[in-house]
């Protein structure tokens, strides 16, 4: 029997995962995707969702199955303190805005998505569904027991749990986004560094229980939860008859302590009546930590999500950091496989995503120390040496430094300001705007379509043909639009060139993945072998004809 081959091999189905498998599916790239467990988690790890997320679904072509996936969460209205759900008047509770009113302002200025609520689990189906859909083989119930590597691809043993078999399948890359005990990660040697046991221990329980009639017209999001016989923290997953309940216990005690019974008990306390049925869905063990891997590339294994970093809780980094790390590395591995770009685009992959998660997980661990700034948002300082950061830069307007682009900035323009950052420098996200294509209206960040976008001003004409011209000579998907009042992307009321930092004759060169490559702000002399140039540093092109 001949052994399967792939050109990826993904190892977990959770948000990650499936994250890299779909966009990997959808650029075309064969895709193994093998899960020990026999579908897809029902239980939601969270459900704040940060509008990076949003837009790497929109540039899959899932925007409309991710907002219907949301639809039940719409109406939950921020954090509430209560004693429990039926003891305190919903209405006159103390309330906090999540997101905080100004946060939800600045992402429709900023993003062509929202920053709502999402259950994880209902993103977690709509990418299983995708990725299906786009091509991506989903092998459930899958063990993969061991991992070797050459220089030519990975081989990778997988038991199918069912009847026992073994086999080996060849690939080659392999993401390892096996979660936080990795066992790949640990195989290869590779050591997370961070804080951990961050608190007490905490259980996370899925369970269900009609409070429709007890939160209707008063809908949260998070309930802080203390009264004498609990203390915790409610979630809503559907405002209906799904939540989360997550409480903590000692140190001195197992979670295995904790039966059915007991832990119903502190769902009934919590809820404030006893009367109401409670089944438990799903009951895990956890514990906050803060951790980061040395490395998240080793040959042709590449770490991604929680088998790379760990993110506390707070602020709702988590999902946005795993689905960025898969944003961006499926397009680097889609362009290797297809031998349009040489073995620096992988290690690119390390330099950007490395330096961004260590900053993430620092905000997380300050909002954690200092939890009146996070909530309420009305000063900014330093604590601890690190600067609290908008959580709109966290999530969005941060910067890469160094990788797969040229003469980025040396820093950060702003940690309170994330308008200021989406300047259209190299290492940062395109800046969005409403424009007119074809007679449509759609974001600037639509343009790439999955490939390189070439955006220039008005003027920019030698620059489209260019594009279309170093294009075809290389075999690479590179789009030119002149960007302006009358042009082919017409930003009339937006000045989005100008936002951009491009005078009428300059350009900039977006990836797929929507952060600004290079730069131009003027026309230059010979824009053909200018964007020739600039490709080849990017997309390390020249190694690749060596190799």
Not at 199 to 226: C, Q, R, W, Y
Not at 329 to 348: D, E, F, H, T
Not at 354 to 367: G, K, M, N, S
Request: proline fraction near 5%.
């Amino acid at each position: 029997m001949n052994q399967e081959h792939y050109s990826v091999v993904v190892v977990g189905s959770g948000t990650v995962g499936l994250s890299v498998a779909t966009a990997l599916a959808q650029y075309g790239v064969s895709v193994l995707l093998a899960e020990r467990h026999a579908g897809t988690t029902p239980h939601p790890r969270a459900t704040g969702i940060q509008p990076s997320v949003k837009e790497f679904f929109r540039g899959l072509g899932l925007d409309e199955q991710i907002r219907a996936a949301g639809a039940d969460l719409r109406a939950s209205k921020g954090k509430v303190d209560l004693a429990s759900v039926a003891g305190t008047d919903l209405t006159t509770a103390p309330r906090y805005a999540t997101p905080p009113a100004e946060v939800a302002r600045l992402t429709t200025l900023l993003s062509p998505t929202d920053i709502g609520p999402v259950s994880q689990d209902r993103i977690d189906g709509v990418l299983r569904d995708a990725a299906r859909e786009r091509g991506a083989e989903l092998r459930y119930r899958t063990t993969v027991t061991a991992v070797v590597q050459d220089d030519d691809g990975v081989t990778a043993t997988l038991v199918d749990d069912a009847d026992g078999r073994e086999y080996t399948v060849r690939a080659d890359y392999l993401v390892a986004a096996d979660g936080s005990g990795s066992q790949i990660r640990t195989e290869l040697g590779i050591d997370m560094r961070g804080p951990t046991d961050l608190g007490n221990p905490m259980i996370n329980v899925l369970f269900t229980a009609d409070l429709s009639e007890l939160v209707k017209g008063d809908e949260f999001a998070i309930a802080e939860i203390s009264n004498p016989d609990t203390e915790g923290m409610m979630l809503a997953v559907n405002n209906r008859d799904r939540w989360i309940y997550h409480f903590g216990y000692r140190d001195d005690e197992q979670f295995t302590d904790f039966t059915d019974e007991r832990i119903v008990r502190a769902i009934n306390a919590a809820i404030g009546r006893d009367d109401i049925p409670v089944e438990i869905v799903s009951a895990v063990p956890w514990r906050i930590s803060a951790r980061v891997a040395d490395r998240v590339v080793e040959g042709r294994i590449v770490l991604a999500g929680d088998s790379a970093h760990t993110i506390p809780p707070i602020g709702a980094f988590g999902v946005s950091s795993g689905v960025g790390d898969a944003g961006n590395l499926a397009w680097k591995l889609a362009y290797l496989v297809k031998r349009q770009a040489g073995p620096a685009l992988l290690r690119s992959y390390e330099t950007e995503r490395l330096p961004i998660v260590r900053f993430t997980r620092d905000q997380a661990l300050l909002r954690l120390t200092h939890l009146d700034l996070h909530w309420d948002r009305v000063q900014h300082g330093e604590h601890t040496g690190v600067t609290l950061a908008d959580p709109l830069v966290t999530a969005l307007a941060h910067q890469y430094h160094d990788g797969a682009l040229i003469d980025p900035p040396g820093s950060l323009r702003s940690y309170s300001r994330p308008d200021l950052n989406l300047d259209g420098s190299p290492g940062t996200r395109v800046p969005h705007a409403w424009v007119q294509h074809q007679g449509k209206r759609i974001s600037v960040l639509d343009l790439p379509q999955g490939g390189f976008a070439l955006l220039t001003g008005p003027d920019g004409g030698e620059w489209v043909a260019a594009a279309a011209d170093v294009a075809a000579g290389i075999g690479i998907d590179v789009r030119g639009y002149r960007v302006g009042p009358g042009c082919e992307v017409d930003d009339t009321g937006t000045a989005w060139a100008a936002q951009a930092g491009l005078r009428a004759g300059g350009a900039l060169l977006v990836r797929p993945d929507l952060f600004v490559a290079w730069r131009s702000p003027d026309a230059v002399e010979a824009p053909r072998e200018a964007l020739a140039a600039v490709l080849d540093r990017v997309l390390d092109l020249s190694s690749r004809s060596a190799s």
